[in-house]
């Protein structure tokens, strides 16, 4: 054996040292958590995360809840926030990380949202990785289609990989009840699929958020034995995402920031629970990201159907994108913006500027600027009041 041969053969045992050790250890803290929740589906999962934690948090629990949404939080059982600094791309390693924590801070649960998207990797993190006993699915919408799959029962399918064995399923995904039992039956777990009509008898239930994410939320704090009322009071108290959908208004003009709805189904439902009288004119504001080709073509779907006055672009690859949304809305004007601090918040006519897409990179900047310079208002879903 010469000495390159020898330096492979030391390096192999090194390496299966460790994955043995980081096995060990990941089996030795999964059993110090009574339970680990892993949060998944299309919208909606870092607000269910939260609500989650708040809920069990108010039921006496130490939580640890970690979201990956705008921005990569973790809250931890003494309600201290951490932001995730990454130093590289995102990795699923990043959830054994959160289980190391929430172990060494003496958590009995630890609830974490789901960052995989390809179905290999939900199956590995979720299952293997964390052994997670409870596995929540907000719903199954249209997006991530290049990795996901090209229908919402595709989509869905790639979801539940995730899910446990033996184990509790909870979701608020109504549509497809059939794959939803056949997988919790296959699987061995107990299936509840909640219905936002549950929570019409709580006060300020449905003005909190979407009524189906409040009522996925206490069913899951329900189903580990918290009182219901003691939940929502913990629930009702969640702290929001720093990005989530919010509305400004200033002179003449209502900014939606969408930015996070990020298909187009979503993005349809904000608008028309928080359209006016009709009389605005609307400007759908596009803040594109040129590693998400297949979100730039939903954001061009939209502007088909929902036939905007004007189209504002904001983000990468301005020059195809504006040809792409010339040809599905020629109707609209289209205008170009460089930096988020260009776009106009005054208007001498009433403007609805709807901006969906991207929340990343000028997309941040867009909405800390609209926090500081226009006031924030409740979020009107359907004529009620509803912060989401």
């Known amino acids: 054996m010469d000495k390159t041969e020898l330096l492979i053969l030391i390096l192999s045992c090194l390496l299966l040292l460790r994955l043995v050790w980081e096995a060990i250890r990941a089996h030795r803290d999964r059993k110090a958590l009574a339970h680990v929740i892993y949060v998944n589906g299309t919208r909606g999962k870092s ?12 039921g006496g629990h130490r939580v640890l809840c970690k979201t990956t949404g705008t921005l990569p939080i973790a809250i931890h059982p003494d309600g201290r926030q951490e932001l995730i600094e990454r130093r590289a791309p995102a990795n699923i390693r990043e959830q054994l990380t959160y ?3 929430a172990a060494r801070e003496k958590a009995d649960i630890l609830v974490i949202e789901c960052m995989a998207l390809q179905p290999e990797y939900q199956r590995v993190s979720g299952r293997n990785m964390l052994r997670c006993d409870v596995g929540v699915i907000t719903n199954a919408r249209l997006d991530h289609m290049d990795v996901m799959g090209d229908t919402r029962e595709e989509i869905l399918n790639c979801l539940m990989e995730m899910l446990p064995a033996q184990g509790r399923i909870f979701t608020a995904e109504r549509d497809f009840p059939d794959q939803l039992a056949a997988r919790a039956k296959a699987l061995g ?21 979407f009524p189906e994410n409040v009522a996925l939320a206490l069913d899951v704090c329900m189903g580990l034995g918290v009182d219901r009322s003691i939940a929502f009071e913990g629930i009702r108290s969640f702290v929001r995402d720093p990005f989530a959908l919010s509305v400004f208004s200033g002179e ?56 905007p006055k004007e189209i504002w672009l904001l983000g990468d690859e301005q020059r195809a994108l504006m040809r792409q949304c010339g040809r599905a ?33 000028e997309g941040m900047r867009l909405v800390e600027r609209a926090q500081k310079e226009l006031k924030e208002q409740p979020v009107q879903m359907g004529g009620e009041r509803e912060h989401v």
């Open 47 to 58: 607000t269910v995360t939260r609500m989650i934690a708040a809920g069990l948090t108010a």
């Open 99 to 101: 289980l190391h924590k």
């Open 189 to 209: 777990s107990v299936l509840t699929v909640s219905d936002p009509a549950a929570i019409e008898d709580i006060p300020g239930a449905k003005e909190l958020d």
């Open 252 to 307: 003449n003009v209502t900014f939606v920031n969408a930015l996070s709805a990020n298909d187009v189904s979503s993005t349809k439902m904000i608008y028309d629970g928080i359209r006016g009288t009709g009389e605005e004119e609307l400007v759908i504001l596009i803040n594109n990201r040129g590693d998400r080709p297949a979100r730039a073509l939903d954001m061009v779907r939209l502007c088909r159907e929902m036939e």
């Open 329 to 361: 809305a020629p109707k609209a004007a289209i205008r170009g913006f460089r930096l988020g601090s260009e776009i106009p918040f005054v208007s001498q006519t009433p403007r609805l500027i709807l901006a969906v897409g991207n929340i990343k990179n």
